[in-house]
Nanobody, 136 residues
Framework: VVLVEESGGGLVQAGGSLRLSCAASEYAVGTYCMGWFRQAPGKEREGVAVIDSDGSTNYADTVKGRFTISQDNAKNTLYLQMNSLTPEDTATYYC??????????????????????????????WGQGTLVTVSS
């Protein structure tokens, strides 16, 4: 069974940094699209950053220039480095992985703006989430 597990969340002051990790099991990071998503209380889940199998990355406008997605194939882990955090970044952050290429699979970049239903359909494996709280 393919699993991904997030870690690294916590409480941080505005302006601070955190690095989230997503460890994968029974799946080789870098095989297909992977990404980070977040859901703030009372809000819809949104895409934060995605990385494709060729290493290309895409970011939501709200985090561009502050967050960096990366992967370490040797450690089989996906990362999200978050800098200059603001209270608006407070959310539960989820790691997701595409483990099966559907015949109608959209490009990885489109997962950033996909509906929750589409994101769940095409990124088949999701973690339980890690909470990030940014205090002002």
């Amino acid at each position: 069974v393919v699993l991904v597990e997030e870690s690294g969340g916590g409480l941080v002051q505005a302006g601070g940094s955190l690095r989230l990790s997503c460890a994968a099991s029974e799946y080789a990071v870098g095989t297909y699209c992977m990404g980070w998503f977040r859901q703030a209380p009372g809000k819809e889940r949104e895409g934060v950053a995605v990385i494709d199998s060729d290493g290309s990355t895409n970011y939501a406008d709200t985090v561009k220039g502050r967050f960096t997605i990366s992967q370490d194939n040797a450690k089989n882990t996906l990362y999200l480095q978050m800098n200059s955090l603001t209270p608006e970044d407070t959310a539960t952050y989820y790691c997701a992985a595409d483990v099966f290429l559907d015949s109608d699979q959209p490009p990885c970049a489109e997962m950033l703006v996909a509906t929750a239903e589409e994101a769940t359909k095409y990124l088949e494996v999701w973690g339980q989430g890690t909470l990030v709280t940014v205090s002002s």
